[in-house]
């Protein structure tokens, strides 16, 4: 199946930092999304994106199907951000549309 | 807030017991996924319900069984369980099957086990 890597595992980042984490996927894909998962579990989606940028307030996210690559960008960052970033795809082969996962982008903000 | 809804918030129990976790969709989707997080297993689909009826299978065990009733809520049902199974479950939602490239899941606040 379609494997999903995230980069960087850590992050930690003093407020008002900007920064960049990145998706990589294997193959293909016909659906991208991105995730936030707080401190207290909860899984937040911030963008469906599977080709293209789009900007959401401190947040934007670009991806290059043609690379197989996403990134999310957050600027000013503030200690709300931390938590743990999810990429997961769909992969465009037909096969299983389930979504898979990358392991995450673990942020930690610092006032 | 995505509205899907989990509970219970927290579960404790102990190891050889059964327990049940239920979800309700957001308003409108067909489809309830369940994925269980452990912290050295990341993000694991277990399975997918579409309308009522089972639409995909993960690595869910023989120990865990779900169903989906005619209201659109599903109950995620544990048993025998064991410590290993100590994660937080979540459920998630969508309006289809989940074959639409551009459909999206919303998942729920999630039911955090822990067995003792």
């Known amino acids: 199946g379609i494997q999903v890597e995230q980069s960087p595992p850590d992050l930690i980042l003093q407020e008002g930092a900007n920064s960049t984490l990145r998706c990589n996927f294997s193959?293909?894909?016909?659906?991208l999304q991105w995730f936030h998962q707080n401190p207290w579990g909860q899984l937040i989606n911030l963008f469906y994106i599977p080709s293209g940028t789009k900007q959401n307030g401190r947040l934007s996210a670009t991806t290059v199907a043609t690379e197989r690559y996403s990134l999310l960008y957050i600027s000013s960052s503030q200690t709300t951000d931390s938590g743990v970033y999810f990429c997961a795809v769909r992969a465009a082969d037909g096969g299983s549309y389930i979504p898979t996962f990358g392991r995450g982008t673990s942020l930690i903000v610092h006032p | 807030d995505s509205g899907v809804t989990q509970t219970p918030k927290h579960l404790i129990t102990a190891t050889g017991q059964r327990v049940t976790l239920r979800c309700s969709p957001r308003s409108g989707d067909l489809s309830v996924y369940w994925y269980q997080q452990s912290l050295d297993q990341g993000l694991q689909f277990l399975i997918q319900y579409y309308n009522g009826e089972e639409r995909a299978k993960g690595n869910i065990l023989e120990r865990f069984s779900a169903q989906q009733f005619p209201d659109l809520h599903s109950e995620l049902n544990l048993s025998s369980l064991e410590l290993g199974d100590s994660a937080l479950y979540f459920c998630a939602s969508s309006v289809g099957a989940g074959q639409t490239p551009q459909e999206t899941q919303y998942f729920g606040p999630g039911t955090r086990l822990l067995v003792l």
């Open positions: 193959d293909s894909v016909n659906n």
